[in-house]
């Protein structure tokens, strides 16, 4: 293992965690065919201390490598995953990757702490539009009420769940909106690993 644990510096939450790194797991089946996660991914994967790692080009047999990604996990303060909405949910290989890497003893249950204190990001975009995510909406629950499996998990394992970064209508976006959006996600990961987790509440 080349990169070892560093502690988190938002443990305070009054000093600013300027070396926070962050691990920005990518879960798309079809990046060729991507605009809206190719975007973004493109412009926030070239920030200094950002680990891009895409789920798919790694594992795309399923076969994930359990004790790496437990290093991967381990190594990084901020765990931010990016991903479209499929069936209201994340795309299959990142809940393969949550339910063969986040076990108990290691993410959660008793001596399982080993998330405790990071930071738990997600990114997410949509085909629906903002106004579908409404309750009077035809999907009917809010965007952070189909998120909430992953805020759960962020509260089991003791890690702070940071404000979602979402994308709505992706493909009614052109070039030049998806080039703000990219633009708006970038400074979004460099402020995770500039602000202090209770900073971030309400952003
Ligand atoms: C299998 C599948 C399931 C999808 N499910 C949803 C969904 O539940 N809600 C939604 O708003 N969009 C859904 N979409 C649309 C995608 O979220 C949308 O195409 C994607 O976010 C666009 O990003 P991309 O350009 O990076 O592919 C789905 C698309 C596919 C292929």
Known sequence: MTDQAHPA???TGTEAAATS???LTLAHPALERSRAN???AKAAKGLAGVTFHDLYETYPDFAIDIEAEQEKLLAHDVIALQFPLYWYSTP??????FDLVWLHGFAYGIDGNALAGKRLFAACTTGGAAK???AHGYNRFSMDDFLRPLEQTAY???M???TPFVVHSAALKNDEDLKEEA???KARIASLMTTPADAEMGA
């Open 156 to 158: 089991l394992c003791g």
């Open 160 to 162: 702070v769940w940071e």
């Open 38 to 40: 190719r975007a973004l």
């Open 9 to 11: 510096e938002t443990s």
């Open 132 to 134: 579908a995510y409404h």
């Open 183 to 185: 633009g708006r996600y």
């Open 92 to 97: 299959a290989l990142l809940k393969e990757w």
């Open 21 to 23: 790194r962050v691990l």
